[in-house]
Nanobody, 122 residues
Framework: QVQLVESGGGSVQAGGSLRLSCAAS????????MGWFRQVPGKEREGVAA???????SYASPVKGRFTISQDNAKNTLYLQMNSLKPEDTAMYYC????????????????WGQGTQVTVSS
């Protein structure tokens, strides 16, 4: 059983920045990997950023160059630094966890946080 709790969301003007955090506890996997997803009502949930067991990162094309995923293993915390925010980034952002043996970047996530809302105004 893994518990994930996101924080750091809020409302910002276009061009602003936010840093999301995801605190993880109760890990059941020897090795697990993390990702960030987002969802807007009426649209499919989409992957935003993911990090592998070797520290490699993957980003969805709309956020490349603007968002950075990182983790602090000592604190069991995942981060998403979001810069140059656009109104199109407005969504509920979710932290998720998966066993590291899954291939690709967007599959196999079995634990999810409650989400944190990000709203970007023009």
């Amino acid at each position: 059983q893994v518990q994930l709790v996101e924080s750091g969301g809020g409302s910002v003007q276009a061009g602003g920045s936010l840093r999301l955090s995801c605190a993880a506890s109760g890990k059941t996997y020897r090795r697990y990997c993390m990702g960030w997803f987002r969802q807007v009502p009426g649209k499919e949930r989409e992957g935003v950023a993911a990090i592998g067991s070797d520290g490699s990162t993957s980003y969805a094309s709309p956020v490349k160059g603007r968002f950075t995923i990182s983790q602090d293993n000592a604190k069991n915390t995942l981060y998403l630094q979001m810069n140059s925010l656009k109104p199109e980034d407005t969504a509920m952002y979710y932290c998720a966890s998966r066993p590291c043996w899954y291939g690709g970047s967007w599959w196999g996530y079995d634990y999810w946080g409650q989400g944190t809302q990000v709203t970007v105004s023009s």
